[in-house]
């Protein structure tokens, strides 16, 4: 009998043990495969994310109540003038906002065609004097045709460069309609541009992005057309420019 009782009683501590090992075993794949990313899938919680190692965006918001425009930027945009040469030779003025971070490049060109007609009319004054003629029209239609004549521009860019076009097409912003047009150049630079209209002033936006780095995503995005006061312009159906 005592052998009997000590076999049994070994029996019972092999059967408590094997128990707790395999709840042991059971709870280490359900870490593991939660470890793994699967665990929501197969009716299983998801961890937390671990945000820690992720850097704080660097992006700000430029606001302009000089060209009337905001946008988010991840460097100090430096301002300088130019003239712009317009398709039907109009000299007009303008301002190029621009900015480097590493080996990405940030730009926005506004050009100011406020005073289209003025510029055309002193032209064809002086080519009448000198035998020549014209009238305006040709100054709203340097207008209408600025964003086609400026991403013909981009194109010969991209072409000069031997880069591979990409997206090529006509976009809005707010309902504010423009075209974009990016493409990539022989050492794989990518080239983001957008090119909008709006109340006589043309926004010609640019980014470029090295092989390795994502696209300026947030730059194209956050562009919005501004008032005097700052505040954002929206449109409840497609803006058409006045003239």
Known sequence: MRHIRLALVLLLVLL?????????????QGQQGQG?????????????LDLSD??????????????FFSIHVPCEFRVRDIEWISEYANK????????????????MTVINYTDVAKVFLERERTAA??????????????????????ATKIRQEAYAANAKMGLDNWHYIDLIPGHQVQYTKPNGERVFTGIYLHEYRLYIMKATAPANQPPPGLFQQSLSVVRPDGGRVRYQSIYRHPW
Do not use: M, W
Request: charged content about 15%; hydrophobic content about 20%; glycine content about 20%.
């Open 16 to 28: 408590v043990a094997g128990t707790s090992f395999a709840q042991q075993q059971q709870q280490r």
């Open 129 to 150: 004097e000198g035998g020549g003629g014209g009238n305006t029209a040709y100054a709203r239609i340097d207008v209408q045709a600025s964003v086609g004549y400026a």
């Open 36 to 48: 793994r990313g699967g665990g929501q899938g197969r009716g299983g919680q998801q961890p937390p």
């Open 92 to 107: 007009l003025p303008g301002h190029v906002y621009e900015c480097s971070r590493g080996q990405e490049n940030y730009s």
């Open 54 to 67: 992720i850097p704080p965006s660097d992006y700000k918001t430029y606001t302009s109540t000089q060209d």
